[in-house]
T-cell receptor
Framework: GNSVTQMEGPVTLSEEAFLTINCTYT??????LFWYVQYPGEGLQLLLK?????DKGSNKGFEATYRKETTSFHLEKGSVQVSDSAVYFC?????????FGAGTTVTVRA | EAGVAQSPRYKIIEKRQSVAFWCNPI?????LYWYQQILGQGPKLLIQ????????DSQLPKDRFSAERLKGVDSTLKIQPAKLEDSAVYLC?????????????FGAGTRLSVL
């Protein structure tokens, strides 16, 4: 079956710190990979995506590279801001169906 | 472009009562999804519609949950009777199909508390 495992939280950082959230997956077929973000009180928003091996998705200073050899899609940001405090979900799409990880709560302190 | 609309935002009921949630997808989106998100977990797919037909309802507890999408636009998800373990956020998402059809757009969700 299809599944996603992501780093457990919560993660607490200071402003301008480096953020990494690990994500690995198991999938049948060739998945597309996503990071979604959920800000407090809001719905899920697509943060970035990658559709094939070695693709790099990027948005708002966040980056993730689709690594087929390690079945990973780790999320990184070089300098976080307080406004990046949210829950981050790694997800894969096979046959138009999304499977999500459990989410990682990130809190950035000023 | 308007996003996915869901109502109500919050609902509190007692166990064994019934509840219904409504979703209006982004205009023109053929595919509609309902997810259940239990606190501390990622969303889990309950049902997927393509236009007004069901594509996948394998994870829907059909003894108490039902969903419909009349005319291929709006959708309702119903729980009857509710159990304590149904307390969760119910998310609706839609996608356009075609080349970027794998991107899903989510509504803000309905938070259900069953007492």
């Amino acid at each position: 079956g299809n599944s996603v495992t992501q780093m457990e939280g919560p993660v607490t950082l200071s402003e301008e710190a480096f953020l990494t959230i690990n994500c690995t997956y198991t999938a049948t077929g060739y998945p597309s990979l996503f990071w979604y973000v959920q800000y407090p009180g809001e719905g899920l928003q697509l943060l970035l995506k990658a559709t094939k091996a070695d693709d790099k998705g990027s948005n708002k200073g966040f980056e993730a590279t689709y690594r087929k050899e390690t079945t990973s899609f780790h999320l990184e940001k070089g300098s976080v801001q307080v406004s990046d405090s949210a829950v981050y979900f790694c997800a894969l799409n096979v046959d138009y169906k999304l499977s999500f990880g459990a989410g990682t709560t990130v809190t950035v302190r000023a | 472009e308007a996003g996915v609309a869901q109502s109500p935002r919050y609902k509190i009921i007692e166990k064994r009562q019934s509840v219904a949630f409504w979703c209006n997808p982004i205009s023109g989106h053929a595919t509609l999804y309902w997810y259940q998100q239990i606190l501390g977990q990622g969303p889990k797919l309950l049902i997927q519609f393509q236009n007004n037909g069901v594509v996948d309802d394998s994870q829907l507890p059909k003894d108490r949950f039902s969903a419909e999408r009349l005319k291929g636009v709006d959708s309702t998800l119903k729980i009857q009777p509710a159990k304590l373990e149904d307390s969760a956020v119910y998310l609706c998402a839609s996608s356009p199909g075609g080349g970027t059809g794998f991107i899903q757009y989510f509504g803000a969700g309905t938070r259900l508390s069953v007492l």
